[in-house]
C-alpha cells in the first residue's frame, strides 16, 4: 500500500512538473485546438510596464500564498502596495506573463487567449513592440499582466506571437 502511494505521488509531481515546464518554455505544435477556448473567461487583473523581472516569464499560481508572494515580488510590501485581488481558486487560476526588460516604451504583453484541446491547454500570449521608426521613449521597461482563467488540470504551455505596432503618438 506504501509502494502504491510513493508511484502515486511520482506521477502526480511528474505530471505537474511537466505542465510547469511546458507552460514556461512553450509548447509549438500546429495541431488544431478548436475543441475548446475558455479566453471569454479571461479577465484582467493587472497590468503595467515596471515588473522586477528581467526575461520573459511565465507564471501560474494555484493559491492565495503563491498569489501574496507574487504580489510581493511584484509591488513590495509598502503602504501604497496595491490590494491583493480576490481569487477564487476553487474556480479559477492566475497567469501571470512577463516580457523582460526592453530598452524603449512601446511594449505591450498581453494574454489574448486561452485554447484547449483534450490534452493540453495553451495560453496565447501577444507581445506588442514598437515600430524601429517610432519615436518611442528611451527608458527601460519591463511590461506584464496577470490575469484569471478558470482552473483545469489540463497540462499548460503558451504561445507567443510578437507584433510590431505603427507609429501613433507617443510611445509610451
Same mark, same amino acid.
Given at each position: 500500500? !506504501?509502494?502504491?502511494?510513493?508511484?502515486?505521488? $511520482? %506521477?502526480?509531481?511528474?505530471?505537474?512538473?511537466?505542465?510547469?515546464?511546458?507552460?514556461?518554455? $512553450?509548447?509549438?505544435?500546429?495541431? +488544431?485546438?478548436?475543441?475548446?477556448?475558455?479566453?471569454?473567461?479571461?479577465?484582467?487583473?493587472?497590468?503595467?510596464?515596471?515588473?522586477?523581472?528581467v526575461a520573459r516569464k511565465?507564471?501560474?499560481?494555484?493559491?492565495?500564498?503563491?498569489?501574496?508572494?507574487?504580489?510581493?515580488?511584484?509591488?513590495?510590501?509598502?503602504?501604497?502596495?496595491?490590494?491583493?485581488?480576490s481569487v477564487d481558486f476553487?474556480?479559477?487560476?492566475?497567469?501571470?506573463?512577463?516580457?523582460?526588460?526592453?530598452?524603449? $516604451?512601446?511594449?505591450? %504583453?498581453?494574454?489574448?487567449?486561452?485554447?484547449?484541446?483534450? +490534452?493540453?491547454?495553451?495560453?496565447?500570449?501577444? %507581445?506588442?513592440?514598437?515600430?524601429?521608426?517610432?519615436?518611442? !521613449? !528611451?527608458?527601460?521597461?519591463?511590461p506584464y499582466e496577470i490575469?484569471?482563467?478558470? +482552473?483545469?488540470?489540463?497540462?499548460?504551455?503558451?504561445?507567443?506571437?510578437?507584433?510590431?505596432?505603427?507609429?501613433?503618438?507617443?510611445?509610451?
Amino acid at each position: 500500500m !506504501k509502494k502504491d502511494l510513493l508511484i502515486l505521488a $511520482g %506521477i502526480s509531481i511528474g505530471a505537474i512538473a511537466l505542465g510547469s515546464v511546458l507552460f514556461i518554455y $512553450g509548447y509549438n505544435s500546429s495541431e +488544431s485546438l478548436a475543441s475548446g477556448n475558455a479566453s471569454s473567461e479571461l479577465a484582467v487583473v493587472t497590468r503595467g510596464v515596471n515588473a522586477p523581472v528581467v526575461a520573459r516569464k511565465n507564471f501560474v499560481i494555484k493559491n492565495e500564498k503563491d498569489l501574496k508572494k507574487l504580489w510581493a515580488f511584484l509591488y513590495g510590501d509598502t503602504p501604497t502596495t496595491p490590494k491583493l485581488p480576490s481569487v477564487d481558486f476553487s474556480r479559477q487560476e492566475v497567469i501571470a506573463v512577463f516580457a523582460g526588460e526592453k530598452p524603449t $516604451g512601446g511594449y505591450v %504583453i498581453s494574454v489574448s487567449g486561452i485554447k484547449n484541446s483534450s +490534452s493540453h491547454r495553451v495560453v496565447v500570449v501577444t %507581445i506588442d513592440e514598437p515600430d524601429p521608426a517610432c519615436n518611442a !521613449k !528611451k527608458e527601460q521597461t519591463s511590461p506584464y499582466e496577470i490575469v484569471t482563467i478558470p +482552473s483545469s488540470t489540463l497540462p499548460l504551455t503558451h504561445k507567443d506571437t510578437v507584433m510590431t505596432k505603427t507609429c501613433t503618438g507617443s510611445q509610451s
